[in-house]
C-alpha cells in the first residue's frame, strides 16, 4: 500500500480483515472444482494463518516500518494481500538447493551460518569475486546482493565499509541468506526491457489446455459425421422411393451392421468430448438405436420406426445422399476444418522452439519462435508444413519481446498503465545502476533494484514511508561512491520519457501507485524538485497528508492559474502547508446536501476528500509538465480527446453493471485528466477539442443517446467553465466520482436483475 497509509494520528489494525482473508482462501481450498485453485487458495490460507499468529503473540505490529519484532525495517519481508506481513523474511526459512551445493562444494555442514563465514574466508571471497567479474549469478531477493557487496569493498580498497557491513549482516547471519544465486549464463544487460521472460512465455504456452467447446466441435466434424454418414448409407440399402425398410435386410446387411456398432463402441470410448450421439433424440441416436434392433432380428416399433423414416428423410434432404457433389462438398470443408491444429497443440509446438533459447532474457525478434510450421516439424509429427501459428497462440510469446518501451506499447504488448509500471523497475535500475564507474558494480546494483522493487508494500500508518532502496545496508555502503551523472540528464530524460507514454498511451488512466514511486526516484536521481504523491486507501484514510501534498498543490495551482481546469474545479484557494491542506480538502468534500463532510467519516466521505486531494494536486500531472517538462510531440489534444473517450467508454459500461461505483469514479478521474490536458492547449486547440467534444454529443449516431444524457451536465459545465460562465449555469455540474449518497450520473440507469 505504500503512503496510501499515511497517518497524521496513532492508529492500530484489527484482526478483522486477515480473519475474513482467511475465511474466504478456506472456502476457496475446500469447494473450487479447479485442483490448482484449490491448492492455491490452500498456500494463501497457509499465509493468513501466520499473519494472524505473529499478531495474536506479539510478534507482528501491523502498521510499523518495522513490524517484524527483532528485524530491521532492511529485511525483505513476505507480504499478504493488503500489506499484512506474516512474519516470515522472505530470504528465510530452509536452505536453498544452491545454498547446500556450496556448502557441499566447500565439505562443510548444511548451515547458513557456517556458509556466511566461510564466504568471508580468502577462499570464499576469491569465489565472489568470480562471480562479480562473471555476472553468472542472480539476485532473487536484495538479501542475496549482501556478500558480493562484501567482496566487491574488500577488493576496491573499501576495507573499513566491508567491515562495516559485515558488523551489520553478522547478527543475521544464521537466519537470512546473504549468498547469491549462481546462474548458467550472465544476466541480461540492465537496458533489456521486456514484459516476460522466455522462460515465462514458454510456462504460460505449457500451461494452455485443450478448449472443450472446440475440441467438441473438432470431434463431431472429425469422428460423428463420418460415422453417422456411414450408419445413413447403410439404412439406405434397405429403401425403395426414399422409404426406408421397403426391403427387409438380409443375413449380410446385419452382419455388416454388428460390425458398425462394435465400430461406434470403439470410437465412443475413444472420443468423449461430444456427447450428441448418446442422445436416442437425434438423427445419429435414433440411426444407432434402429441398427441394434435389427441386428438382433427384432423389427422396430411403429414409433421407432417414423423416428427412423423421418430421420433419413431429413438428413438427405439437407446435405444429401452420402458420396453426392453436394454432400462430398460440405464433408471436405468439414475436414479441412477439423484438421486445423489445435491451440494448444500450436503452443506445445512453440514451447518447444522456446526450450531451445536462453529462458532468463527477453526476445529481440519474436517472427523466429512464432513463425510458420516447418517441413522438418511437420516431418517431426506436428502440424502440417506451412500452418500459421493463430494470434492467440503467438500473444505468450510476444509479451517477451525485449525492445524500447514505446515500442512495446505500439505493439500492444504494453496494453496498460499498470503494465508499464512493472517494466518501469528495469528502466530505472539501468539508470539507477550508472551513477557508478566499475562496471561488475553497475551490475551488481542494478540487479539489487530488481529485486528490491519485487518487494510487496508494506500497510503503514502514523505517516511512516515505505523503506527506500538507498536504506539496505549493502546499497548504503557504496552510496558514497556513485559519481554523479551528467547533469542528471539520464535520469531526467528517462522520467520525461516514461511521462510522456504513460499520459500519450494511457491518457484516461490515473497514474498507478508503482509507477508513481519510479517516476518520483528518477526525479529524485535527476536532483529534480518534483515530489510525486500516491493515490490513497479509502478505508483506512485518516484525514492528514504528508507535506509533499501541500508542495505538489502549489505547482499544480502556479501551472494552471487562469485554465479552464482552475475554473472548472474551483481552484481559488493556495495552501501554506499540510495542515492548511488537508483542511482544504475536507471542506471542499461536500455531499449532495452541500454539508462538509467530516474528516473521519465513511470510506466514501473519506473518498470525496481523497478525490480533492488529487484534484487540487492534479495526481503528479502538474508536477510532470512543470518541473519535469513532459511535453508531447504533438501536443495536448490528443491525450485530451484519448481521455474524454475513454470517459464516454466508461459511461457506456454503466448499464447492467453489478458494481457501478467502481465504473463512476474511473470514468471521473478520466474526466479529469481530460480537463487538465485540455487547460495546457494552446487556445485555438482547446476550441477545436471543445468543439468536437459538442458534436460528440450533439452529432447524431455519434455517441448513444443515453450516454450523451448522461454525460451532458458535465459536458455543459466545462463549457461554460470554458468560457468563463458560472459552472451551474444551464443545468452544468461538476463530474466527481466520490459520493456518500446515490450518484447522479447512475440516475435511471437500468441494473442487473438479481438472482
Known amino acids: 500500500m505504500n503512503e496510501n497509509a499515511e497517518q497524521q494520528r496513532t492508529t492500530t489494525v484489527g484482526t478483522g480483515y486477515p480473519l475474513g482473508q482467511l475465511a474466504k482462501a478456506l472456502t476457496t481450498a475446500r469447494t473450487h472444482p479447479d485442483p490448482e485453485v484449490r491448492a492455491r487458495a490452500g498456500r494463501t490460507g497457509e499465509r493468513w494463518r501466520a499473519v494472524l499468529s505473529a499478531m495474536t503473540d506479539g510478534r507482528l505490529t501491523v502498521g510499523s516500518r518495522t513490524p517484524v519484532a527483532g528485524l530491521p525495517a532492511w529485511v525483505t519481508l513476505e507480504v499478504a494481500h493488503g500489506g499484512f506481513a506474516t512474519g516470515a523474511p522472505s530470504a528465510g526459512g530452509p536452505l536453498q538447493p544452491y545454498e547446500k551445493e556450496a556448502a557441499r562444494r566447500a565439505g562443510l555442514p548444511e548451515d547458513r551460518r557456517v556458509l556466511f563465514d566461510h564466504f568471508l574466508t580468502e577462499e570464499g571471497l576469491f569465489r565472489l569475486c568470480e562471480l562479480l567479474d562473471s555476472g553468472a549469478y542472480e539476485v532473487a531477493v536484495p538479501e542475496e546482493a549482501a556478500l558480493l557487496t562484501v567482496a566487491w569493498l574488500g577488493r576496491a580498497g573499501e576495507t573499513e565499509a566491508a567491515v562495516d557491513l559485515v558488523g551489520e549482516l553478522e547478527p543475521f547471519a544464521g537466519r537470512l541468506r546473504f549468498l547469491p544465486r549462481p546462474a548458467e549464463r550472465p544476466a541480461p544487460g540492465p537496458d533489456a526491457v521486456h514484459r516476460v521472460t522466455v522462460g515465462e512465455a514458454r510456462a504460460a504456452l505449457n500451461t494452455r489446455r485443450p478448449h472443450r467447446g472446440v475440441e467438441t466441435q473438432r470431434e463431431a466434424l472429425a469422428v460423428w459425421h463420418p460415422f453417422g454418414d456411414a450408419l445413413l448409407t447403410h439404412w439406405l440399402e434397405t429403401a425403395e422411393d426414399g422409404v426406408v425398410l421397403a426391403r427387409v435386410p438380409d443375413d449380410a446387411w446385419r452382419e455388416r451392421g454388428a460390425v458398425l456398432l462394435r465400430r461406434y463402441q470403439d470410437l465412443a470410448a475413444r472420443h468423449t468430448y461430444c456427447t450428441r450421439h448418446r442422445d436416442p433424440r ?33 438428413m438427405v434432404r439437407k446435405r444429401g445422399v452420402p458420396g453426392s457433389p453436394r454432400h462430398a462438398e460440405l464433408r471436405g470443408a468439414q475436414a479441412v476444418q477439423a484438421a486445423l491444429p489445435s491451440h494448444h497443440r500450436m503452443a506445445r509446438l512453440l514451447a518447444d522452439r522456446l526450450a531451445e533459447l536462453p529462458q532468463d532474457t527477453g526476445l529481440t525478434d519474436v517472427a523466429g519462435p512464432t513463425g510458420p510450421v516447418t517441413a522438418w516439424e511437420a516431418a517431426a509429427g506436428g502440424p502440417p508444413a506451412g500452418t500459421i501459428v493463430p494470434p492467440a497462440v503467438r500473444r505468450p510469446v510476444e509479451a517477451a519481446l525485449s525492445a524500447p518501451v514505446a515500442t512495446l506499447v505500439e505493439r500492444g504488448v504494453v496494453p496498460s498503465a499498470e503494465v508499464l509500471a512493472r517494466l518501469t523497475p528495469q528502466l530505472v535500475g539501468a539508470v539507477w545502476a550508472r551513477g557508478w564507474r566499475d562496471a561488475s558494480l553497475r ?12 518487494r510487496r508494500s508494506l500497510l503503514l500508518l502514523n505517516l511512516a514511508s515505505q523503506v527506500r532502496v538507498e536504506e539496505l545496508p549493502w546499497v548504503r555502503a557504496v552510496v558514497p561512491l556513485r559519481r554523479p551523472e551528467d547533469g542528471g540528464e539520464g535520469p531526467a530524460a528517462v522520467l520525461r520519457e516514461l511521462g510522456e507514454l504513460a499520459l500519450t498511451a494511457f491518457p484516461g488512466t490515473l497514474l498507478p501507485n508503482p509507477l508513481v514511486r519510479e517516476l518520483g526516484t528518477l526525479a529524485r536521481q535527476s536532483g529534480l524538485d518534483a515530489p510525486m504523491v500516491e493515490e490513497l486507501a479509502a478505508d483506512i484514510f485518516m484525514g492528514s497528508f504528508s507535506p509533499k501534498f501541500a508542495a505538489v498543490a502549489r505547482i499544480a495551482g502556479e501551472l494552471l492559474t487562469g485554465t479552464p481546469y482552475e475554473r472548472y474545479y474551483g481552484l481559488d484557494e493556495g495552501v501554506a502547508d499540510a495542515a492548511d491542506f488537508a483542511a482544504l480538502c475536507s471542506r471542499r468534500a461536500r455531499d449532495a446536501s452541500g454539508r462538509t463532510v ?65 465504473t463512476v469514479k474511473d470514468a471521473a478521474y478520466a474526466w479529469r485528466q481530460a480537463v487538465f490536458f485540455l487547460s495546457l492547449c494552446s487556445p485555438p486547440e482547446q476550441e477545436s477539442v471543445l468543439s468536437w467534444l459538442a458534436g460528440e454529443a450533439d452529432g447524431p449516431g455519434r455517441r448513444p443517446a443515453r450516454v450523451t444524457a448522461r454525460l451532458a451536465p458535465a459536458i455543459r459545465g466545462l463549457l461554460n467553465a470554458a468560457a468563463g460562465e458560472p459552472l451551474e449555469a444551464h443545468g452544468g455540474r461538476r463530474f466527481l466520482g466520490w459520493t456518500v449518497g446515490p450518484h447522479w450520473l447512475l440516475d435511471g440507469i437500468p441494473r442487473p436483475a438479481r438472482r
Open 443 to 454: 551490475t551488481l546494483t542494478a540487479a539489487v533494484y530488481r529485486a528490491f522493487r519485487g
Open 282 to 314: 437425434q438423427n445419429l441416436g435414433v440411426l444407432r438405436t434402429a441398427l441394434e434392433e435389427a441386428v438382433a432380428g427384432r423389427a422396430p416399433d411403429a414409433r421407432l420406426l417414423g423416428l427412423l423414416r423421418a430421420a433419413v428423410t431429413g
Open 598 to 662: 467530516r474528516r473521519f467519516g465513511s470510506v466514501a466521505g473519506n473518498g470525496m476528500v481523497i478525490e480533492q486531494a488529487q484534484i487540487l494536486t492534479t495526481h503528479n500531472l502538474a508536477t510532470l509538465v512543470a518541473r519535469a517538462r513532459v511535453a508531447p510531440r504533438d501536443g495536448w489534444a490528443g491525450p485530451a480527446r484519448g481521455a474524454f473517450l475513454q470517459a464516454w467508454r466508461l459511461a457506456e459500461q454503466l448499464e447492467n453493471n453489478p458494481r457501478p461505483l467502481g
